[in-house]
């Protein structure tokens, strides 16, 4: 009853040309896919172009972030009007890219969080642990401290805006996955922590996407978690033969 969600996270990559490439190299692998929703997310200069290669398909395209205000003098910062203005339907917040290199906490994400909900978009936002926390045992404390944070003021009412996804930090780009086990363990735990927020329907519906070194190897695995409600890729969404394949998951 949970619709997957794989979405790629480009992160600081692809030229205007690059981007257009992929754009259309998914497209022609993704666009008649019914059994997820496939999300782009490429960097803010390529967003209209990509914009434009994916118009008319099912596919939807995301921001890798937003501010909290709708205008004003913000150098360098982008507007959720601009991000609906140019095609999004997502942003992803919280990245711990975000909270490592750029100061981002449970307080800004959540900022961000009540903005978003306020709008048309809808939010990926990201939580997760460092290797140091869960080596320590502490990593089931973190996560609800980040939920809490990120989530402070939600209502069940504006929770299906948001879209949650596990990314151990250890995991990111190290090619370290989390076992399918060791992910659904957390899933679980935080499906169980918005039941306790939010009411059991709420949690129920909500999508729980894990991030951190998905593959074309592993995707499969984790998919059939029951708790893995589709993936947060990184550096594999980068080019299409390998998005492709996770997209299309088996399981
Ligand atoms: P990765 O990145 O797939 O390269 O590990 C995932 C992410 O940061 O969202």
Same mark, same amino acid.
């Given at each position: 009853?949970?619709?997957?969600?794989?979405?790629?996270?480009?992160?600081?990559?692809?030229?205007?040309?690059?981007?257009? =490439?992929?754009?259309?190299?998914?497209?022609?692998?993704?666009?008649?896919?019914?059994?997820?929703?496939?999300?782009?997310?490429?960097?803010?200069?390529?967003?209209?172009?990509?914009?434009?290669?994916?118009?008319?398909?099912?596919?939807?395209?995301?921001?890798?972030?937003?501010?909290?205000?709708?205008?004003?003098?913000?150098?360098?910062?982008?507007?959720?009007?601009?991000?609906? &203005?140019?095609?999004?339907?997502?942003?992803?917040?919280?990245?711990?890219?975000?909270?490592?290199?750029?100061?981002?906490?449970?307080?800004?994400?959540?900022?961000?969080?009540?903005?978003?909900?306020?709008?048309? @978009?809808? =939010?990926?936002?990201?939580?997760?642990?460092? @290797?140091?926390?869960?080596?320590?045992?502490?990593?089931?404390?973190?996560?609800?401290?980040?939920?809490?944070?990120?989530? &402070?003021?939600?209502?069940?009412?504006?929770?299906?805006?948001?879209?949650?996804?596990?990314?151990?930090?250890?995991?990111?780009?190290?090619?370290?996955?989390?076992?399918?086990?060791?992910?659904?363990?957390?899933?679980?735990?935080?499906?169980?922590?918005? =039941?306790?927020?939010?009411?059991?329907?709420?949690?129920?519906?909500?999508?729980?996407?894990?991030?951190?070194?998905?593959?074309?190897?592993?995707?499969?695995?984790?998919?059939?978690?029951? &708790?893995? &409600?589709?993936?947060?890729?990184?550096? =594999?969404?980068?080019?299409?033969?390998?998005?492709?394949?996770?997209?299309?998951?088996?399981?």
């Amino acid at each position: 009853m949970r619709t997957p969600v794989i979405a790629g996270n480009w992160k600081m990559h692809k030229t205007l040309a690059e981007a257009r =490439a992929l754009a259309r190299a998914v497209k022609a692998g993704a666009a008649e896919v019914s059994h997820c929703q496939v999300v782009l997310a490429p960097p803010f200069t390529a967003l209209a172009a990509v914009a434009e290669e994916i118009r008319g398909t099912p596919l939807i395209l995301a921001a890798q972030n937003v501010f909290w205000e709708t205008q004003g003098a913000y150098t360098g910062e982008i507007s959720i009007p601009m991000l609906q &203005d140019v095609g999004c339907g997502i942003v992803i917040l919280g990245h711990s890219e975000r909270r490592q290199y750029f100061g981002e906490t449970d307080e800004t994400v959540n900022r961000r969080v009540k903005a978003v909900v306020k709008s048309s @978009l809808r =939010a990926i936002v990201c939580i997760g642990e460092t @290797l140091s926390q869960r080596e320590a045992g502490i990593h089931h404390e973190v996560i609800s401290q980040q939920l809490a944070g990120a989530l &402070d003021g939600l209502t069940p009412q504006t929770s299906w805006r948001i879209i949650l996804a596990y990314e151990p930090v250890w995991a990111i780009g190290t090619g370290r996955t989390a076992t399918p086990e060791v992910a659904q363990e957390v899933h679980a735990a935080i499906r169980n922590w918005m =039941a306790g927020k939010f009411g059991g329907e709420t949690a129920q519906a909500m999508q729980i996407l894990y991030g951190g070194s998905v593959k074309p190897e592993n995707i499969d695995d984790l998919m059939r978690q029951p &708790d893995i &409600d589709g993936a947060l890729v990184g550096g =594999a969404c980068l080019e299409a033969q390998s998005f492709l394949r996770i997209v299309h998951y088996h399981c």
